[in-house]
């Protein structure tokens, strides 16, 4: 392993570290990290008590989660999940973005499709900074940010799947349909009722089929003698509205 390698350390407690000549200080004791270049992905290490580490490659979820900058809400993966799940979007597909925020939507879509390519929109200059230093931070090689206003115009023709994660979203659902392919999908990602509402008007104008919209609500359970569902968490994200394009 190289240094300034990213390794995920499995023990005890978690931890993402960057191969290096410091210390990594833990409730378990230190770790050398300049050791890990001795080791292989697989191996273990100790920290200077003798707790054990396994040594990880760390995947995309792993960096995202822990590494990435975040600026505004992100899409999470609950939410990620039923969007693969309900378009049954291939991994060779063509995807487009718009409202990039933070890059986290475009970055698990991209670690799927990862025969296909995203593209992704934003026009604010300090997220589109975010978004391209999130994407070289996990190494993506199959995702475009582009700095520019999607209400302006979009590029790309015959879209597998559009997503939408910004405000006033109905304002470009007509230019989405445009672009979509025949069967193609729409997938807005809303945070406020109203938007639903404009959205769906929108929608219902264009010639979409399969359109329903859905709250995905997630919980944890704490499981042990008295097993009782997380009194906290997030568990409300926003609303999903998914359309499909006829012709």
Not at 97 to 120: M, P, Q, R
Not at 125 to 135: H, Q, R
Not at 164 to 187: Q, S
């Amino acid at each position: 392993m190289k240094e300034n390698e990213l390794v995920l350390l499995v023990g005890p407690g978690t931890y993402l570290v960057k191969i290096s000549d410091r210390k990594l200080n833990t409730e378990h004791g230190s770790i050398d990290l300049f050791e890990l270049e001795k080791k292989k992905f697989g191996d273990r290490i100790k920290t200077h008590t003798g707790k054990e580490f396994m040594i990880i490659k760390p995947n995309v979820i792993d960096v995202l989660m822990r590494k990435a900058k975040r600026l505004p809400q992100i899409v999470t993966p609950k939410d990620v999940s039923m969007i693969l799940a309900y378009t049954g979007i291939s991994p060779d597909s063509l995807i487009v973005d718009a409202g990039s925020g933070s890059g986290f939507l475009i970055i698990f879509l991209a670690n799927y499709c990862h025969e296909g390519k995203i593209v992704t929109y934003e026009k604010r200059p300090e997220f589109f900074e975010v978004v391209k230093k999130n994407i070289e931070l996990v190494g993506l090689k199959n995702v475009v940010a582009k700095e520019k206003d999607v209400t302006k115009g979009i590029d790309e023709k015959n879209v597998d799947l559009f997503t939408l994660d910004m405000e006033d979203a109905e304002k470009v659902i007509e230019k989405v349909f445009d672009v979509l392919k025949p069967g193609g999908w729409l997938v807005v990602y809303s945070p406020h009722i109203g938007q639903v509402i404009n959205v769906r008007k929108k929608i219902e104008k264009l010639n979409f089929t399969q359109v329903k919209t859905i709250e995905n609500i997630y919980r944890e359970w704490r499981v042990g003698k008295h097993t009782l569902p997380e009194v906290s968490g997030v568990m409300h994200t926003g609303w999903l509205t998914f359309a499909r394009k006829v012709f």
